[in-house]
């Protein structure tokens, strides 16, 4: 248990359908993140917010849409997708961005699948 | 952009030591990181390094050498647990971590 919850754990959907990704940090923390994860690939960095704010967008296509509504809570709104949008999703948390450590703690993930 | 390198895959015997290296080219440095992933889990953080030299944490330690651009994360004493994922990551910036595709580590009795 490392204090970030996500679900689903597990998703599948149509190319046309819309549905959302949730994710809930217990530590307190002031910043989360939403990475990708595919096989073989390093972690791919798709959002970060700061104290609710977007502070971090790497070129992440439309069709993703991240919501932030207070600092325990992050989504990650889909629609659209493509298959090759098929993978792991991780939410992390953190308390600080830089400093001794700022280290992330990740949830356990949302294993996407587009058909 | 950034570049982080570690070996795919490395194999070892329970009770070995086994060195996972890592080579990083980032346009800033501040901070290096090693997670541990076991299969259909969350990463866990194992080490932070920001200084040069070595870090010991029981029976993992992780080296830097920031002119080098260079990290490895060494285990002692394997367990058949220890066979996981391990990520290493640089932070370049305030926020962002950048990821090595990480090095899956077999364990074997």
């Known amino acids: ?15 046309t359908n819309k549905k959302s990704l949730k994710c809930e940090q217990h530590l307190g923390h002031n910043a989360m993140y939403w ?18 704010e977007r502070v971090e967008n790497n ?42 450590h700022g ?10 699948t587009v058909l | 952009g950034q570049n982080i390198d570690q070996p795919t895959e490395m194999t070892a015997t329970e009770g070995a030591i086994v060195q996972i290296n890592c080579t990083y ?25 920001v200084l040069d ?4 944490k029981g029976r993992f330690s992780s080296f830097l050498s920031r002119s080098k651009g260079y990290s490895y994360l ?4 394997l367990q058949m647990k220890d066979s996981a994922s ?7 910036g305030d926020y962002k971590l950048s990821f090595g595709a990480g090095t899956t580590v077999t364990v074997r009795a």
């Open chain 1, 103 to 112: 280290e992330l703690f990740f949830g356990e993930g949302s294993r996407l």
């Open chain 2, 53 to 56: 030299g070595l870090e010991e």
């Open chain 1, 59 to 100: 070129s992440v296509p439309s069709r993703f849409s991240p919501e932030c509504p207070n600092s325990s809570h992050l989504f990650l709104h889909l629609h659209t997708l493509q298959p090759e949008d098929s993978a792991l999703y991780l939410c992390a948390s953190s308390q600080d961005s830089a400093g001794e």
């Open chain 1, 1 to 15: 248990e490392t204090g970030v919850t996500q679900t689903p754990r597990h998703l599948v959907m149509g190319m």
């Open chain 2, 86 to 92: 391990y990520l290493c990551a640089v932070r370049d």
């Open chain 1, 35 to 52: 990475y990708k994860q595919s096989a073989k690939k390093p972690l791919e960095l798709m959002f970060v917010y700061s104290l609710e």
């Open chain 2, 25 to 49: 080219q980032t346009s800033g440095f501040n901070g290096l990181f090693w997670y541990q992933q076991h299969a259909g889990e969350a990463p866990t953080f194992l080490s932070y390094n």
């Open chain 2, 74 to 77: 060494l285990l002692k004493e």
